[in-house]
Every structure is written in C-alpha cells, then in structure tokens.
DNA sequence: TTGAAAGCGCTAACAT
DNA sequence: ATGTTAGCGCTTTCAA
C-alpha cells in the first residue's frame, strides 16, 4: 500500500496554473504576483501540501541526511554523542541515520557501504575495535566523501577529528590512584589498535614514570572487544590477579571494561577498594548508585557529538574542497567516588 | 563540495550503449544478450557503479526507510529495542531514521511532521509522556500511512501494537512483595495519559485486592515525565514517605523512576530493602551491580523492536490496504535481588 | 536484442 | 507575470 502524497502538479491543477509557477509562488519567488501567491498558498495549505523531499534530494544532489557509525548505541558515551549530534542535525535540517558494527570489522565495511550507497551527505565515524583496515573509508574520502572522526579516531587519515584529551584522562586518573596510596597499579585497556587506547595508556604509562613507579608490561592487560564480552574481562583480569605481585588498583580504559570489572570483583567476592581499587573511563549517569560508587573519567559526549557535527555539515556544504582539516581536543573530567578513595565508603 | 557519482548513463556511454540497455543488463533481463551483460557486469563492477536509491525512490514512490519516534535513546529500554528494530529493518534493505521527543508533545509533533515530511515508508512510535491530542498520527493513519506502536500504545488507533504483559509485570511485582511480608505498598508510576502507566497500575490494584490489602489512593504517585526529571521523583516520593502510614515498600513503573528512586534514598540514608523495599521496571543491565542490587521487571526489549519491525515493515510491503490489526503482547521477566530481599543482602 | 521516450516531483533557464 | 521545457538517475513501456 503506497500512501499517495499531494504534489505540486495537483496544486497547479486545481488552480489552472503551470506548476512552475506554482513552484515560484511557494518559494515566495519575487515574479509571481501577490495574488496568485496567496492563491497558491491558500490552496496548498489547506490540502497540507509538502514538498517531496526525495525529488528535491535527486535534484540537488544531496540528500540533506548524514550516517553516523558507532559500535553500540546501547552505550551510554554514545548514546549521549548521538544526542548531541541530532540537536545539531535537527537544526540544520539533516536526517541522522544510525549504524551500529557491534565492534565488528566487518559489520563496519558493510555499513560504511550500505550508508554510502544509501546517498548520504557525509559520515560520522567512530571506528570499530577490530579495525585495522581503512580501505572502506580512505576510498570514500579519496574521492572528496565528508567523513568526520570522533572518539575513535585514525592517524592514517586526514579528515577533521573531535577527541577527548585521552592521554591527560588516564594520567590524572592514574595520578589520583598514586596519590591515594597505590602503588601497584593494573591497567585493563580496550583494543589495541585503537587510537584512545593507545593515548589512554600513554598517560596511564607517564603518569607512572612522574611517580617514579615503574612500568610493567605484565600490568597491561587489553580486551579486543572492549569489554563488550564479559568473558574477555574476566579472562584479562584472572590474569592480571596472577601476577606475582597483584595489582593493588586498577584503571579501566572503556566503559563496559570499567563495569564488567566491577561485576567480575563482585562475583569472586573482592572487595573495591579494599582488595583493589578501580577507577574507569565511564559516562553512565548511575555510577554513583553502584556498589561501591564508581570513581570515573568522564567525556563531554554531548558536545563531542555537536562539534563533530558542525564540523561535518560545515565540510558538506562548503563550496570548495576542504583541504585544512581542524582537530578538536576537550577535556575530560574526573570524578571521584568510594571505589577508589576508602574515606568515602560508609 | 557534492561528491559526484557514477551514473548509469556513465557506463552507457563508455561502452556505446543505451541507459536501457545497461539498466536491464544490470538487472539481469532476458532481452539482454549475454555478452553484452557481461560486458555491462564487468565495467560496472570496475568503476564500482551504485545504483542511486534517490532516484529510485522517486519513481518507487518509497524510499525503504523508516521512522522510529521514542522519549529517549540514552534509555535502555529503547536503546535494545532500537537494536531490533535495526536488525530486522538492515535485514530486510530499510534505513532507519530515529527521533526522540524527550517527552515532550510539542516535540513528538514536530518529529512526526518532520520525518513524514521526509517520506518515510512508516514509522514505530511510543509516545511521549505528554501525549494525549493525537491528531498528529491519525491525520497521517487516516491517509493510509503505515504506523506501529510499540510499548506505549494508545487506546484511540486502529494499528498494529507490540506491548509487554504490563499488568502481569506490575501484578508479579506486587505479589514479590506481599509475599516477602510487605504490607504497604505503594506505586511511583509514570504519566497517567500513558497506556503503561493504567496497565501497570491495574496490575499493582489486583495484586493488592487478591492479597486482601487495600488499595490506597494516596499510595500512588504519578511523575508527568516518568522520571526523567530527578526533581518529580523528589517530590513523589517526599509525598509518599508523609503519608500516616508510611509506605514500607514501592512499586516503580518505569527505568528511570526506579533508579532516581534508588538515588533518592542513597542521597537520604533510607536503607533499602529494610527502610523501605524497591522493584521497579528497568532494562539497565547493571541492575545487578547497584547498591543494593535492584530487584526489577524486564521487557523483552529486543524482541518487541524485531516484532513491531516485522509487523511494520509486512505493512509497508502489502499490496492492499491493512484492514486488520494485531495487538502482540509479550512476557515480563521478574528477577529478584536485594532491593526486595533481605535474605540476599550481603 | 537494443534504443528512444516518457515519467516519478521539483526547479530553473528560457520563452512569451 | 506566467508558461514551456529540460533535466536530476532510473525503470519501463513502446518501437524498431
């Protein structure tokens, strides 16, 4: 069942005009005559006549909608980033269509094809923890293809990128397990071949050295998926409670490694922050009602989601190739609460 | 900067054919000779030819995109449902394009003229808290244009609706608590214009009578924005715990008036279960790791997004008028834990 | 087996 | 001030 929408001919039927002029009259264009201006929008808002969005897309050639690609939307740092690209979108009159890659490669290449074959404007990506390929995305922005990084971004490619400052979040929140009295300290980190794991472990690494702590491999556990899968947690913290001397405090790289840690101390009876403390990069508005209260980074999602996406539409509609492309870096924030800091337990 | 295409009318002149000729080699007609298919085949898949779903769209008069209009993304309840819808929507060659109302009505009304307006094929609503005009949907229904509610359903439309058992979640959880030797239980519930909210009120109503406890209206406190706002679940429960008889246990119709009411009594020292006991509805899937766990009701949230998909999209693609709706009702999931359960708290 | 032409809804250059 | 026409990319009669 088709649903047969009113276009400009009927309009141009019912009034005995041409539809060109019809056209003109509904862009208030400055030759049609008041009358038939009126005339015609009289007429065509009582049928409640809407312009048909698809024969404008084919027309001009852009369909006035962005893709937006993310692992998991069912994840609070991106669900708060889609917020605030839609309030950005919304106003300047783009649709947002969603894909998720689940933190599949794979799912990754079909979606970038799919929404590229799907005539949109420009992508939003925040890439998979499983890519290592850019294949899929270097060929559509060889060929001038809007492309705007966030969170997870590549250095392979020059395109505009919104980060947080990653490498300054896991050193002060390293830095804050130092000055709580710790001195063994685990890192549990996401994929390898990401850009924020990379930049998270550097600061988790320096900020060690500024403490004259020393740095141990075996203190670096990464989880490919991101903590997605409990098990990947469980097997990289078993393994980190191994070590001959067991960390005394752990820092969680990811959202989901941050509470699946907990879940795996609450299963095998550890106590936070007694036995081990924990501090995570985690934008879960409930980590204060956890048990115990989480200590946490925290990213500014939202606006993450709103400068990437000025940055965007900026590029999209921009008469010329844009060929100076800006890295934007905010910071993230620390908040501190009893997983990492005793005097706060009750 | 447009990012420019190849067309079928590229490939025509390349190989000196006509845009007929290559749009039925594309397609595989039998009036195509196989060499020259084969030709057509190759070169297209050379250049990496994409058909443009703009242009079909305006000759199909679709564009094999759906709507979905819910409060809030950042809600896990929506967030898994989005998933199913999305798996079955990529699946069967639909975009998804999604808007939040926040529940607001005035915004639920503007995303809804907004995306009709985009022509959309049909469009998975749960209405906002504030709804209760609905002239923005029956004006489109009424023309013939394919909508499915899910969740939130309302009582005035002939569609197809995907629901969960409200009155048996609410009932069971009622019935949790009397068994565990509560006696004064009271409801924080949602928008009284909402279809959960009467249903899950009748569900706690029944629980109570069955159990020979009297219903006490002043036991029931509704939060316009099911809250979302921390503010109304304040005042709702400041209300509540004033009452004579102070309530001993609470029955919280909706995720976030479940976890702003834990934060309420975190933030008061109102131990819970032994204060007061709490069970509410919630899709988190941290419930687990709150302090104290949380007892709750879950939705089969995936689910209800695949079915409301299939049921839409099978509406879409039938070839006459949908006369006869369906109301699927799926099974709520009661877990227990320590917000009910004294036996369990560590 | 292939090509020419019309049409989906709309706009804009080009008449009149 | 209004109408005619062509064209955006594609499919599909109709002709050859």
Redesign the interface.
Known sequence: ?????VTIKDIAKALGLSTSTVSRALRDSYEISPETKKKVLEYSEKINY??????L??KE???R?IGIIVCE??N?FF??T??GI?SIA?DMGY??????SHESYEREVLNVQ?L????I?GLLVSVSSETKDLEHLRNLHD????IVFFDRVVDEMETHKVIVDNFKGAYDATMHLVQCGYRHIAALAGSEYLSITKERLGGYRKALEDSGLTYNENYVQHCLHGGMLYDEVEDSLTALLQQPQKPDAIMASADKLT?NC??YF?KRKIRVPDDVALIGFSN?D?T??????LSVVRQPAFEMGQLSTELLIH??E?????KEFEQRILPPQLFIRESTDRTLVR
Not at 1 to 5: G, L, P, Q, R, Y
């Open positions: 069942m088709k649903f047969e929408a809407r312009p048909n969005p698809i024969a897309s084919l050639k852009r369909s909608s939307i069912a609070s669900s708060q889609i917020n839609e919304y649709n947002v269509i969603i894909a998720q799919y590229a074959s799907r005539s404007d060929r001038g293809f809007p509470t907990l879940r609450k879960l409930l204060d009602l956890l048990s115990p209260s590029q999209i921009s008469k010329r190739p844009v």
